[in-house]
């Protein structure tokens, strides 16, 4: 029955967001197949409330993919790509579980993840 304030425990968060995208395939021959990509993310996201922060994100996200065709069985494929998460907005604010009273502090200066993902598949069908 005890008030407890929580940093980051009244806050309101809000995004504005762009994205630009350009694609290109490139059929080097019947048996390569290039593709290729580059994705920019514009984005910023203000807090107000307990915590007043603006932050401003700038993401470039290329990506590559070739086919190598061996026959019309088999062929390979290998891919890059850079990979940037999206963030849950729920944890910029503090919470507390009443039931049994577990707090979550909240963090105001968070950034989503980043990888560079690599791949490779190699498919090989077959009638049986």
């Not at 307990?50 to 996200?61: A, I, M, P, V």
């Not at 503090?94 to 598949?121: E, R, V, W, Y």
Request: glycine letters at 6%; hydrophobic letters at 30%; aromatic letters at 10%.
């Amino acid at each position: 029955g005890v008030e407890q304030p929580l940093e980051n425990g009244a806050i309101v968060v809000e995004e504005q967001r762009a994205e630009a995208f350009a694609t290109m395939t490139w059929a080097v021959s019947d048996q390569l197949n290039i593709e290729g990509g580059l994705t920019a993310e514009f984005s910023e996201i203000e807090l107000t409330g307990d915590s007043n922060q603006k932050q401003r994100f700038t993401y470039y996200k290329p990506r590559l993919s070739g086919t190598y065709k061996f026959n019309d069985d088999q062929s390979l494929t290998v891919e890059a790509e850079r990979r940037v998460g999206q963030l849950n907005f729920r944890d910029f604010a503090a919470d507390i579980d009443t039931s049994d009273a577990n707090t979550t502090s909240g963090n105001s200066n968070l950034q989503p993840d980043k990888a560079t993902d690599l791949t490779m598949t190699y498919d090989w069908r077959s009638e049986t």
